[in-house]
């Protein structure tokens, strides 16, 4: 299922190819930073840059004796390059190469996750533009409150992407770092200078500090931006597993020709996109904690984090790449049922719009306290009988002496509550 909607580029920034691929770039940036350093000539960087290459199985195979994959790694460039590797990973350690390689990774996702939330806000956009003055009711605690439409919602959902991109772009520049610091963070036997212009050959910052490693909740902050947008995600899909329940039916899922919903009721569809988002967003939060017990490392280093974020780096970027394309799509495939929001909105003779009747009967003198009495008997009878709270209104000789027949039915006029809703849309420029 994830390769339906997960894009093969997204994959292959985390497999074992591409990691040990960026390995690479982060060792012939060095090298180039030697060269430019006059440290190593022309020739033998141009030998370096032409021999220098890896074979996963080869590497595979060394680290079955080695025990550790960096060396292996190391050792199979080095079988490639001859005499001219001794200039490779020169005052380095292994965590110079594997976390600037990491920044890389990150930063190479994160584009595409960005276009994601893209594609997604021009997506909302469209439809909000469809359903600006869609009548829909707008609830509190699950129960009905006030009138809104179906494009205010969906702006609000534009919001939340619209936030979370920039929250995202902000953990991307912080984690836009990379180290050539050598064991502890030093530069014992290798220069700043090489560091620096190392990362700016690969469009990093060199770490303002790094310890042998690159401080632990850079990395979190990105983890735990993925985890915001797959909780956006999940508020979004909670919303359409209510909408499409048998009784609201307000929206529902698109529903293919020959797609079947359950094996044994035939007459079942189910909101089976928003309850797999629902559900993955659920293992994107437990990495955003996965990232946080990464912080803590044993002085200046150790290697616990290692382990978890071979799971949780690739794991979360695929999957929040997943989530937003699935969302998307299922977004511009939405079947709204503009009929039944406007039934919904207007069930017990519209006892939504008690709140203009309360206000009216204050405006003609009545206290508040009073007024409330008032329209709570009527509006509560309403919905305890399913009745019509305009016409206990109507029936009601207490409300009959202060309000007119034409000025009660005015109060259930729909029209006023759309009167503000382009102020809203300007906000998102639709």
């Known amino acids: 299922m994830i390769d339906r909607y997960c894009e093969a580029e ?16 982060v060792e012939l940036a060095v090298c180039k930073a030697y060269n430019k350093l006059g440290v190593i000539s022309d020739e033998v960087l141009n030998e370096i840059l032409n021999n220098a290459s890896f074979s996963v199985e080869r590497i595979d195979e060394i680290e079955r ?89 969906l702006c609000g959902w534009i919001d939340l992407f619209e936030r979370n991109k920039r929250n995202l ?45 690159i401080a632990r909740d850079i990395h979190a902050q990105y983890i735990q931006a993925l985890a915001l947008i797959g909780s956006i995600i999940e508020q979004i899909a909670t919303e359409l597993r209510h909408l499409q329940r048998t009784e609201v039916l307000e929206a529902e899922e698109g529903f293919k020709k020959g797609q079947k919903g359950s094996s044994a009721m035939p007459h079942k569809k189910n909101p089976i996109s928003a309850e797999n988002l629902s559900g993955l967003a659920r293992v994107v939060r437990a990495n955003s904690i996965a990232a946080m017990e990464d912080i803590p490392l044993w002085h200046e280093r150790d290697i616990s984090h290692s382990s978890v974020e071979r799971i949780i780096f690739p794991d979360t970027s695929i999957l929040i790449d997943y989530m937003l394309k699935r969302l998307d799509n299922t977004i511009k495939n939405l079947v709204v049922h503009k009929e039944n929001m ?89």
């Not at 997204?10 to 690479?24: P, R, T």
């Not at 953990?171 to 620096?196: C, H, K």
């Not at 910052?205 to 042998?212: I, L, R």
């Not at 009660?408 to 639709?430: M, P, T, V």
């Open 65 to 153: 004796e080695v025990n550790h994959d960096l060396i292996a790694f190391l050792t199979n460039v080095n079988e490639n390059v001859g005499e001219n590797s001794r200039y490779i990973h020169m005052g380095m350690t292994s965590s110079d190469v594997i976390d600037t390689a990491l920044a890389l990774q990150m930063q190479d996702s994160g584009k595409i996750i960005l276009k994601d939330i893209d594609n997604i806000i021009n997506t909302l956009k469209l439809k909000a533009k469809e359903h600006k003055n869609t009548v829909c009711i707008g609830r509190s605690h699950g129960v009905h409150a006030e009138p809104m439409t179906f494009g205010v919602k």
């Open 169 to 213: 772009e902000k953990a991307l520049e912080e984690a836009r770092v990379g180290q050539i610091s050598g064991p502890v963070g030093t530069y014992s036997n290798i220069s700043p200078d090489v560091e620096r212009l190392a990362c700016e050959i690969l469009n990093l910052k060199p770490a303002k500090f790094s310890t042998q490693v």
């Open 10 to 25: 997204m994959k292959q920034i985390w497999d074992l190819n591409s990691k040990f691929k960026y390995y690479l770039d």
């Open 342 to 430: 406007l039934k919904n909105t207007n069930l017990f003779g519209g006892i939504v719009f008690s709140q203009k009747v309360l206000l009216l009967l204050c405006s003609k003198g009545l206290l508040r306290e009073e007024a409330y009495k008032l329209v709570q008997r009527n509006a509560l009878d309403a919905f305890n009988n399913n009745g019509s709270f305009l016409s206990n209104l109507l029936k009601d000789d207490d409300i009959l002496k202060i309000l007119t027949e034409k000025e009660i039915n005015a109060c259930f006029n729909i029209d006023d509550y759309l009167n503000n809703i382009q102020e809203i849309y300007n906000r998102f420029d639709i």
